[in-house]
């Protein structure tokens, strides 16, 4: 009787998965402007709505942001375009309509870096 077989199979291993580095995230910022630039140049807010013009219209930039970009970043980031406009929009109407802030209470457009 032999010893039985322990190599590991691909169902086993584990990946590690690495964090960009601070000029990887520094491409993909960019080419996330880029293809954020080319979409408010055609008009178009949501580019996971409007996948067909999106690709039409700024498929380099688009090529470029997945590319430098992690998939879930792309991700995120689209969502996050969409939300911010839609988050925009209901502020500007609510100060249309009168509304203001509360003392003390912080400015949802404001980062907390200032920008």
């Not at 999106?54 to 380099?60: A, I, L, N, Y």
């Not at 509304?99 to 980062?111: C, E, V």
């Amino acid at each position: 009787m032999g010893l039985p077989n322990f190599t590991p199979t691909t169902s086993t291993l584990t990946t590690t998965v690495i964090a960009p580095n601070r000029s990887q995230r520094t491409l993909c910022w960019a080419a996330r402007d880029q293809f954020f630039a080319c979409l408010d140049k055609h008009n178009i807010l949501d580019p996971l709505k409007n996948a067909k013009e999106s690709k039409s219209f700024c498929g380099p930039e688009k090529a470029s942001f997945e590319k430098e970009c992690k998939g879930s970043w792309v991700d995120y980031f689209k969502k996050h375009r969409v939300m911010k406009r839609h988050r925009e929009a209901m502020l500007k109407k609510l100060e249309e309509e009168g509304a203001s802030s509360m003392d003390g209470a912080p400015n949802p457009l404001r980062r907390d870096d200032g920008k």
